[in-house]
């Protein structure tokens, strides 16, 4: 794995429903990611945090809330990581809400022909403005990435489709709307619930997804929603869903990644700190990295 990383804090909340997950980056550098990942021989630039634009009052256009400051935040990133990727450096972004991955796809996808997306989340972020029951983007981003959306969003970078969608992997899924659950079933994307997760094992799911994302493909994204784990594990996020992955399933999983040695860049989203206890969610994201990362115990 490459092992010059380059750190982006993006504080963003208005993408989410509950505010306080703009604070996730400095709770997960607090539970000290950097130290971390230099102690495992990699050089950490720390490039700090975007400046997020800060609404006066709520705003919604078309079902779709607070869109010119999410627009403005995704493409401000989408060139950050962008940046990143052209120096030769692994981007590790820090979330904010799960919004953020539309900017960092698209940053991403610019340097490669061909994007894999590994997906760990409860939910699969696959609504558009037409099926979302809130109108909140954090559960947008998958969709934008594969094109559909709000053109805006869809946009960001100026291209689309920033990734294709058999090149995607959903693991973790026990929340879908019926909008996303179509959308599923059109493009074909394939989705390890936590029913085949139970029923396969994570190490059989993980050895699929691997082989599946890495067919045809030059490089693979991981977006890492912490609501993927149980709330058991990672109780600060906005939006948990029980029965979820545990932390070992999350370490075993991170653990093969890193063995396949496939991933170009990732990201840890959904930390909320005031939802948390004693930052145990920030501490989980970093251990979780720390796997990712190749980290073992011999």
């Given at each position: 794995m490459n092992k010059q990383i380059s750190m982006i804090g993006v504080p963003l909340d208005l993408g989410a429903d509950r505010r306080g997950v703009d604070m996730g980056p400095s709770a997960i550098r607090y539970a000290g990611v950097v130290e971390r990942l230099e102690r495992m021989g990699y050089s950490v630039k720390d490039l700090g945090d975007l400046s997020v634009p800060r609404p006066v009052g709520f705003s919604e256009t078309e079902n779709h809330k607070y869109l010119d400051e999410v627009v403005e935040t995704n493409t401000q990133l989408a060139?950050?990581?962008?940046?990143?990727?052209?120096?030769?450096?692994?981007?590790l972004v820090l979330g904010g809400d799960h919004s953020i991955a539309i900017g960092t796809i698209a940053g991403v996808a610019k340097s490669v022909q061909n994007l894999g997306v590994i997906w760990f989340d409860a939910h699969g972020d696959l609504?558009?403005?037409?099926?979302?029951?809130?109108?909140?983007?954090?559960?947008?981003?998958?969709?934008?990435?594969?094109?559909?959306?709000?053109?805006?969003?869809?946009?960001i970078a100026g291209y689309a489709p920033k990734v294709k969608p058999e090149n995607v992997v959903i693991i973790g899924a026990r929340d879908l709307d019926s909008g996303e659950r179509?959308?599923?079933?059109?493009?074909?994307?394939?989705?390890?619930?936590?029913?085949?997760?139970?029923?396969?094992?994570?190490?059989?799911?993980?050895?699929?997804?691997?082989?599946?994302?890495?067919?045809?493909?030059?490089?693979?994204?991981l977006s890492l929603d912490l609501d993927g784990?149980?709330?058991?594990?990672?109780?600060?996020?906005?939006?948990?869903?029980?029965?979820?992955?545990?932390?070992?399933?999350?370490?075993?999983a991170m653990e093969m990644?890193?063995?396949?040695?496939?991933?170009?860049?990732?990201?840890?989203?959904?930390?909320?700190?005031?939802?948390?206890?004693?930052?145990?969610?920030?501490?989980?994201?970093?251990?979780?990295?720390?796997?990712?990362?190749?980290?073992?115990?011999?």
């Open positions: 060139d950050t990581v962008a940046r990143v990727m052209e120096g030769g450096r692994f981007p609504n558009t403005g037409e099926t979302s029951p809130s109108g909140n983007i954090h559960g947008m981003p998958l969709a934008a990435s594969l094109g559909f959306g709000h053109e805006r969003l869809v946009q179509a959308l599923i079933k059109k493009l074909g994307i394939k989705v390890y619930t936590m029913h085949e997760i139970d029923r396969l094992g994570m190490t059989r799911v993980m050895e699929e997804a691997i082989d599946h994302v890495s067919r045809g493909t030059d490089g693979v994204h784990l149980d709330p058991h594990d990672a109780p600060g996020v906005g939006t948990p869903v029980i029965g979820g992955i545990s932390y070992r399933e999350g370490h075993l990644l890193a063995e396949a040695d496939i991933l170009i860049s990732a990201e840890f989203v959904e930390v909320n700190p005031i939802l948390d206890r004693q930052n145990m969610t920030a501490r989980v994201a970093v251990a979780l990295m720390s796997s990712a990362f190749g980290d073992k115990l011999l």
